[in-house]
């Protein structure tokens, strides 16, 4: 059968290609190796969500008497924290194969490989079958960066070296974790795991933690850890892994930390070698396939989406361009904007932010006014956050009196982050936002509150 679409990756990008392009009427079909749902539902987002929200219940156990609420002899199974994780991982990843079928889209569980084009389109094997399609959309992720330190490559052979992978599966708490690289996989996993009483030490390259996270935000979300436990070493480059020990080099001197585990997280790699790229001649730039803003390749009729591109490893960016990719495919124009794509680290208190930071409008030459507010001017926060100290940041164009970018730490942050969304990709004036009715008390009012704050 010659299908008019063939996916190559289940992950995001992949398997909801596959259902836009059933519910659109084209026959498709996805080939995914491992497990539908990919990297973020089987080892990434979903299960460390499921994790950070034990280590917030026990959380809540330990500093209830803050509310009024004591709590004596709480403990964690790290077992059953694990076994439900997988209980929830499961129950996701078995709807998406349903709704796939719902579409009628086909699957096939194998590694797949181009091989070429012939009359009917393009070549694609897997499993010793050969499936043809007049399009393809490459969507085979990223993979966790494992870089040539000595002494990695055996810690990860021992097990001693985790990455995303491994660290989601632990069935015992480390007394001493060290996690290389304070990104947004470090943070979180620093966070379970300082929670959850481990000795938890980040080392991190850069002067700062939380990559390009805004630096008014990134700077209390580092107090705020440091006051919770965890040791940071920031400005510190990483020399060795040995067996009991992470060796850096921070200010010229040599300084090394007892370790039992060690979690990599270094950033990811896209994942475009042995897929037969070559066979058609679709155009990498360091790893990463090349897309333009439909998400086409440089090959008439091939795509990629998510990680695999480059662009900006997350997964609801992957979901946008799987439907950009299929939309164009049909023949609906469709475009994908990266202006306003929201980040969040699932830390506890979250941050949530999109747009400009202060810092990247400024490099891009706008003329801004930054509004800062504490979260204590919302209610509900205040109600609910004994001691709290998070923020609102907003960045405002005071030309056209628009919001450029909506920084946030504090509680429910990753869910109304998509209001300041919104209100960037729509373009409107600050004026026509202040009409907007809130609903009160709760947590978002913020941005009504900081909006005011607007002199421009
Ligand atoms: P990352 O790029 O967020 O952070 C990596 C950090 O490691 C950087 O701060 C970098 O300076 C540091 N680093 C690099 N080499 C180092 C070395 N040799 N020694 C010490 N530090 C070093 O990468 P991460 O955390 O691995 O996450 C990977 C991807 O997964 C990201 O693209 C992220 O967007 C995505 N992700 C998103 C999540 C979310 O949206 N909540 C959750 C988890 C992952």
Redesign the pocket.
Known sequence: MVYDLIVLGGGPAGYLAGERAGQAGLKALVIEKRAYGGVCLNE??VP?KSLLYSAKVFDYANHGDKYGVSVSGASIDQKKVIERKNKVVNTLVSGIEMTLKSHKVDMVKAVGKITGRSAEGYTVEADGQVYTAKHLIIATG?S?VV?P?PGVKEGVESGMVMT?REVLDLTEIPKNLVV???????L?MASYYNSVGANVTV????PK?A?PTDEDISDILLKNYKAKGITFHLG???TEVKKDAVVFEKDGKTESVPADKVLL????RAVSADIGLETIGVEVNRGAIVTDRYMKTNVPGVYAAGDVNGKS??AHTAYREAEVAVNNIIGKKDIMRYDAIP????TNPEVGSCGETERTAKEKGYDIEVVKLPMAYSGRYVAENEGGNGIIKLVVDKKYRRLLGCHVLSNYASEFIIAAVMMIESQWKIDDIKEFVFPHPTVCEIIREALFQVKA
Do not use: D, H
């Not at 290389?180 to 470090?186: D, F, K, L, S, T």
């Not at 980040?343 to 699932?346: F, K, Q």
């Open positions: 990434g987002c460390s990223s966790a870089p330190i995303n290389i690289g304070g990104g947004v996989i470090g979180e080392v991190e390259m850069l933690i990559g510190a480059k990483v997280s270094i950033g990811r490893m997350l980040a969040v680290i699932y």
